[in-house]
Nanobody
Framework: QVPLVESGGGSVQVGGSMRLSCAVPESTNDRYCISWFRQPPREEREGVANIDRRGGAGYYRDSLKGRFTISQSVDKKTVWLQMNDLKLEDSGVYYC???????????????????WGQGTQVTVSS
């Protein structure tokens, strides 16, 4: 599995918005779903959102519902994570990863996945 490539991170103030992009390689199995994880400073990596690429349905960490939206391009080569009303605790390195798990199950543990990219840093400041 070739790692996916994240981009779009940066610095934003509390209450602001940011959209992250994930480039999905051609070699990625079409049946695989794409998940976003994040790793806050000094904390474990945690699931954020998952998209079922077959129909575009999105699934979210409960605490992020209503603020974050996952979507994909028509050609399914890009997955976006739109983040609104950002809070200090949203800071961290954000990663996207592909796997055969879809739905909230895919967000259960980062240990399910073995091919991580470099991630993109998101810093929310007051």
């Amino acid at each position: 599995q070739v790692p996916l490539v994240e981009s779009g991170g940066g610095s934003v103030q509390v209450g602001g918005s940011m959209r992250l992009s994930c480039a999905v390689p051609e070699s990625t199995n079409d049946r695989y779903c794409i998940s976003w994880f994040r790793q806050p400073p000094r904390e474990e990596r945690e699931g954020v959102a998952n998209i079922d690429r077959r129909g575009g349905a999105g699934y979210y960490r409960d605490s992020l519902k209503g603020r974050f939206t996952i979507s994909q391009s028509v050609d399914k080569k890009t997955v976006w994570l739109q983040m609104n009303d950002l809070k200090l605790e949203d800071s961290g390195v954000y990663y996207c990863v592909a796997g055969p798990w879809c739905g909230v199950t895919a967000l259960r543990s980062a240990d399910l996945y073995g091919h991580w990219g470099q991630g993109t840093q998101v810093t929310v400041s007051s």
